[in-house]
Structures are given as C-alpha cells and as structure tokens.
C-alpha cells in the first residue's frame, strides 16, 4: 500500500522568507499521482497541485513552486517570499494507478509571523 | 463548481448513542470518501465507495459503516459512538478518471462524550 511521510510537523517562520515543505512517499506503483492540499484555519481542505509519476517537470505558480524527484521519492513544496496568509496546514497525498483512494501524509502546519 | 456539502459543523453526541454523519455532492461523482482528522495523523481513510451500493473499508473501518443509496450522498455511521470516535471527519468526491483531485467538504467536528 502507498505511503506518505512528511516529517516536519511544524515549522515557523517571519514573513517574506522561504520556506519548504517536505513529502517523502512510498508505493509499488509505476504510475501513481502526487498531490499537495491546504487546509487553512477555516477547515476545508483546498488543492493545489496534482502530479502524475511520468511528468518530473518542476511547476512554478506564483510564489509557489514544487519539486518533484523520482529518484529520491520526493515532492516537496516552497513557498517563496512567505506571507501571514499561508499560514496553514498542508497535507501531501498520493493515489495509485489502480484506484482513486488517497493517502495523505500526516500534515505540516506552518505558521507565518508579521 | 464542485459542492461537497456535510450535514453539520459540529456535532456532540453521547457514549452509545447512533451517529449518523451525511455527505451530499452535487456533480455526479462516481466516487466519495471519508476520512477523519487528527492531530499528528493527518487524513485517515475509514471507508469509500466507488458507486452507489458499492463500498470499500479503507485503513481504519472499524466501529464504522456506510451507506451509498443513491450517487450523490455517502452517509458515515457510528452505530454506538464512544468516546475514541471524538474527531473531525472530512468527506471528499471525485469524479472522472484517475489520477483526479478530492474535492472536500467542510468537515464535521465530532465530539462524543
């Protein structure tokens, strides 16, 4: 079965710094899809990215960007130039090819002080 | 836009007592999920179904069952709540192939005294 780790519980930094996010996963599959959800102070969970296993291409939205290396089992995700309003929890996940179920890692909150 | 809607926000309920949590989506979804949150844990699978009358347990069912009647609702049930049940339980739909993003409802925070 499929695994996600993201070791860092929590990290806090001061606004406008970088910060990155780690996601260490595990799976049997060839094909697989790697995703990195929010969850902001309100609850609901917000996706924002989606990978699939054959794309390794590095994706860049803004201030955010992701990394994704097959080699190392890695996706992880930096915030550039942080802001109060990233503050929140964000959770990466991972479906394999053969269903639509997910497995979430255990979450990192991250907390943006003015 | 997709809606995942949850019955309640919170909810508080005694030791034994049956608990019902319901999850309407509104764009014909195939699939729907629930899972609950903890802190430390993150999102843990209880149970999901594919189609309607068709279930599947996920990483922790027990103490748990589900009803899928019709496509757009998935019900969560407690049939005797205790105390390790106190969580916030999230619902999710997906629609489409694989590979497609969860879309989630707002969560119920449960608390079970």
């Known amino acids: ?84 309003v990233d503050s929140a929890v964000y959770f990466c996940a991972l479906s394999e090819s053969n269903n639509n179920d997910m497995r979430f890692g255990a979450g990192t909150r991250l907390t943006v002080k003015p | 836009d997709v809606k995942v809607t949850q019955s309640s926000r919170y909810l508080v309920k005694r030791t034994g007592e049956k608990v019902f949590l319901e999850c309407v989506q509104d764009m014909d979804h195939e699939n729907m999920f629930w899972y609950r949150q903890d802190p430390g844990l993150g999102l843990r699978l209880i149970y999901f179904s594919y189609d309607v009358k068709m279930k599947e347990k996920g990483d922790i069912p027990e103490g748990y069952s589900v009803s899928r009647e019709k496509k757009e609702r998935f019900s969560l049930i407690l049939e005797s709540a205790s105390t390790n049940q106190t969580s916030m339980y999230l619902c999710a739909s997906i629609g489409g192939g694989l590979g497609n993003e969860q879309f989630f409802g707002p969560g119920t925070r449960l608390t079970v005294l």
Request: aromatic fraction near 16%.
């Open chain 1, 1 to 84: 079965a499929q695994k996600v780790t993201q070791a860092q519980t929590e990290i806090s930094v001061v606004e406008k710094e970088d910060v990155t996010l780690d996601c260490v996963y595990e799976t049997r599959d060839t094909t697989y899809y790697l995703f990195w959800y929010k969850q902001p102070p309100s609850g609901e969970l917000v996706f924002l990215i989606r990978r699939n296993s054959f794309d390794e291409q590095n994706e860049i939205s803004g201030r955010y960007s992701w990394n994704f290396q097959k080699s190392t089992s890695s996706f992880n995700f930096t915030i550039t130039a942080s802001q109060v």
